[in-house]
């Protein structure tokens, strides 16, 4: 049993839990909580779990290699503020990009997003709304950020998510391959329920405070506006994603 916050192991998590680079390098993110840590477990993904002491006497079988955490050093190093009693290190996806998108016909784009909330619930709403990839350009947050892991409910293990180098370049590739782009902007004059989502389509969402760049609004075949009343200046990214996602479910 592990008793001790300086075991090496569990200085590795807390690098994991704080630092991109140290996932992709070991191709490993943390999953907290017990429905997470379950689902990855019937998943296959997880490479080692990590159990306090009084949950771990609660499990009849745990499938996968693990560990025991005393239970006021499992405390310490959990970043939720009930912790659920387990961890476990998850193997990164290696989906590729351009596999995938052979056979989509439903896509969002997100440009610099950086509220870890934001990405989690568009991740989990595009789920359940049957989109079939979320790209990112590489200026945006870490999906495996654990605040974007604990936000996406289990999602992170199920929908395809991508990063690009060049969004860009992406945009132009979409628009040469049949898809309609749609681009949300405060300034069109298209409501967003009037645009065309029958084929294959792809969404744009910018970042929270300066929306799209000009170069990818431009590029977007359409461009729409989601109607406001009141003195709502702009909606939120996530609830801006969820209403067009809902609009290539509801047309396809």
């Known amino acids: 049993m592990i008793t001790s916050e300086n075991n090496a192991q569990l200085k590795n998590i807390s690098a994991l839990l704080k630092r991109s680079k140290e996932r992709q390098q070991q191709g490993l993110y943390v999953v907290e909580g017990r429905k997470m840590f379950w689902e990855a477990c019937g ?3 997880v490479e080692k779990a990590y159990l306090a002491e009084s949950y771990a006497a609660e499990c009849r079988e745990v499938p996968c290699d693990h560990e025991i955490v005393s239970d006021d050093v499992f405390n310490k190093i959990a970043e939720t503020v009930t912790p659920q009693g387990v961890l476990a290190l998850v193997r990164l996806p290696k ?4 596999e995938k998108m052979q056979n989509a016909e439903s896509l969002v784009l997100l ?8 990405l989690g619930t568009i991740v989990r709403t595009a789920e359940a709304a049957g989109i079939d990839a979320v790209i990112l350009s590489k200026t945006s947050v870490d999906l495996y950020n654990p605040k ?3 936000s996406t409910m289990g999602a992170v293990f199920r929908m395809p998510v991508f990063y690009t180098d060049d969004l860009i370049e992406l945009i132009r590739e979409l628009n040469n391959n049949g898809f309609n782009t749609i681009a949300t902007h405060l300034s069109a004059e298209k409501n ?3 645009a065309d989502y029958s084929g294959k389509t792809a969404i744009l969402i910018g970042n929270e405070g300066n929306g799209l ?3 990818a609004t431009e590029l977007a ?3 729409v506006i989601i109607p406001m009343e ?3 200046e702009s909606l939120n990214a996530s609830v801006a994603a969820a209403l067009m996602m809902y609009e290539i479910k509801r047309n396809n």
Not at 95 to 98: F, M, T
Not at 111 to 118: F, I, K, M, R, S
């Open 192 to 194: 967003y329920y009037e």
């Open 148 to 150: 974007v892991v604990r």
């Open 213 to 215: 760049s000009d170069e």
């Open 95 to 98: 989906e590729d990009l351009k």
């Open 43 to 45: 998943l296959n993904l």
């Open 221 to 223: 075949k359409e461009k």
């Open 111 to 118: 440009e610099n997003l950086q509220d870890p909330g934001n």
């Open 230 to 232: 009141g003195k709502v």
